[in-house]
């Protein structure tokens, strides 16, 4: 035999081999998708309002639209979970909700935690045996997924209560129970987190200190409540912000490939309610593909601008319906849009906030001497040195760094009555800030947040904990702003009703994801 006819025949062979494997792997993954089909189940779609806020249009032909999910965490005991959760059967309440927001560029989203004990309106929603209820004002937000007593809960009511709040159309709703929750985490083996104390409560077990948790603990860490601040309800969505966050970086840190995401579709839908827009596996897999390009530090997680009210809690005005109106708008938090047309940042030498005087001109030699601490809100590596490296380079001589804290999303700058000459100098270095008096305060105290942009000639050296992000776009609008937060005049061609700066409730209750793990975990 020839060298060549040998070389054919192993040619011929490899080929055959190859198709061999291509056609294994094709049918595999069609037996695996068929899998994931059964496993599915979705919610009956006749639930969802026939009256709802309007679809997103795109600005051009072919462009894409903003998309909006609703993930509800269900506490039922039904169907085995009660072998985690402990207690008896049950329609169980969606004690976790978080409506996820992803601009139109599909590269930022916003999840947005609602509080369980929320005092909304539930609208009309439909039972099991085809009638519709009539409306209820002051119900507590969580009961809207008990409406009917389904085997399964109501997530149509659920979703019909979210858009009615919001004015915001809900594209998709999921619903995970704790097993859901327990397979997923054991999908990617664990997630890192961070518990900032011993707990020891409830049956919940939990040592203090960055740990990997999947399946039982990782539930019990996304349940536990008691043994943490007050004990409340806004200090477990803290946690459970976090939790998300880390999840998803370990997901984003595998890779969106199909043997990462197969995986965790297979776990995750044996124990997964959807809307039938995602009710197959090819669905949810396109669906979260068409996620992987979002970053973690594009990802903010805010809780709904909130006050207690008794046992409950009431959303505080305006701030809320400014959140759901920037959602609406496809606009960030900070009033920009994703797809670069917001308004420009004020210059550095703008005047700042309470007319301050602009950043031109030499400092007053008291104003020069005047104690400065800057803190890093943010959890970025090294932001405070760069926030300092701007004081410094206007000609503050006394400035020190303050231990950073995270979470903060728009600039707060802090001073005493006194030092009000040098706090106005310091606020036009940062446009935007919010500015507070604090009789009694020591020192000017500037608390950089995600809307403080640092030069990119400035080196940021990492003496700070915290991973490393891009820092968000500075806050438009007036520079002057509000000194409450409170919402301002819209710039000329923007949208009316875009705060010129971070409504206080959005801000004090936003935290990054890209935030330093073990940042702002409790409350009270």
């Known amino acids: 035999m020839g060298s060549s006819t040998r070389r054919r025949r192993y040619l011929r062979t490899a080929i055959g081999l190859a198709a061999v494997l291509v056609l294994s792997v094709v049918g595999a993954g069609a037996w695996f998708y068929h899998r994931l089909d059964n496993n599915i189940t979705t919610f009956d779609a006749g639930g969802v309002a026939t009256e709802r806020p309007p679809a997103p249009v795109p600005t051009t032909p072919g462009a894409s639209v903003p998309v909006n999910i609703l993930v509800l965490g269900s506490d039922t005991r039904d169907d085995g979970n009660n072998a985690i959760g402990g207690g008896e059967e049950g329609v169980g309440h969606s004690d976790t909700a978080m ?7 599909h590269k930022h989203a916003v999840g947005v935690s609602i509080p369980r004990d929320t005092l909304v309106t539930i609208p009309s929603c439909k039972l099991p045996n085809g009638t519709w209820t009539s409306p209820r004002t002051s119900q507590m937000f969580n009961s809207a997924f008990t409406v009917g007593d389904f085997p399964k809960g109501n997530p149509a009511c659920t979703q019909n209560t979210v858009e009615t709040l919001t004015g915001l159309r809900v594209d998709h709703t999921i619903v995970v129970d704790f097993k859901g929750a327990a397979a997923m985490t054991e999908a990617i083996n664990g997630v890192d987190v961070c518990v900032p104390n011993d707990v020891d409560s409830h049956g919940i077990h939990l040592k203090k200190g960055m740990q990997k948790l999947s399946g039982q603990p990782a539930v019990d860490y996304l349940r ?7 004990n409340s309800d806004i200090g477990r969505m803290k946690r459970q912000q976090a939790f998300v966050s880390s999840m998803i970086k370990k997901v984003q840190g595998q890779g969106f490939s199909l043997p990462t995401l197969l995986p ?33 530090s594009d990802i903010t997680f805010v809780t709904a601008p ?3 009210a008794g046992e409950r809690v009431q959303l505080v005005q305006p701030d809320a319906n400014t959140l759901w109106r920037l959602l609406r708008e496809d606009r960030t938090l900070d009033g920009q849009s994703t797809a670069g047309t917001g308004t420009p940042a004020p210059s550095p030498t703008a005047p700042g906030p309470d007319g301050a005087a602009g950043t031109s001109g030499p400092l007053a030699p008291e104003q020069a001497a005047a104690p400065v601490l800057v803190v890093n809100g943010v959890g970025t590596s090294g932001l405070s040195n760069s926030g300092a490296a701007v004081l410094r380079a206007r000609g503050f001589q006394n400035v020190a760094l303050g231990k950073p804290t995270g979470g903060r999303l728009q600039t707060e700058i802090s001073y005493d009555p006194t030092l009000k000459a040098a706090a106005d100098q310091v606020a ?6 919010r500015a507070v008096e604090e009789p009694g305060s020591e020192a000017i105290t500037v608390t950089l947040g995600r809307d403080f942009r640092p030069s990119p000639a400035t080196k940021l050296d990492a003496v700070e904990s915290g991973p490393g992000v891009s820092p968000s776009p500075a806050a438009p609008g007036d520079p002057g702003g509000s000194p409450s937060g409170a919402p301002g005049t819209a710039p000329s061609g923007t949208p009316s009703g875009v705060p010129s700066g971070v409504p206080t409730g959005i801000a004090e209750n936003s935290r990054g994801a890209d935030t330093d793990p073990c940042a702002d975990l409790t409350f009270g």
């Open 306 to 308: 909130w006050r207690f």
């Open 99 to 105: 409506l996820v927001h992803v601009y139109a560029d």
């Open 428 to 433: 036009a270095l940062f446009p935007g800030a």
């Open 224 to 230: 536990a409540r008691y043994g943490f601040g007050d």
């Open 264 to 296: 965790l579709a297979d776990a995750a839908t044996r124990s997964l309610t959807v809307d039938e827009g995602l009710g197959t596996a090819m669905k949810l897999v396109d669906f979260t593909r068409s996620l992987q390009d979002i970053k973690l």
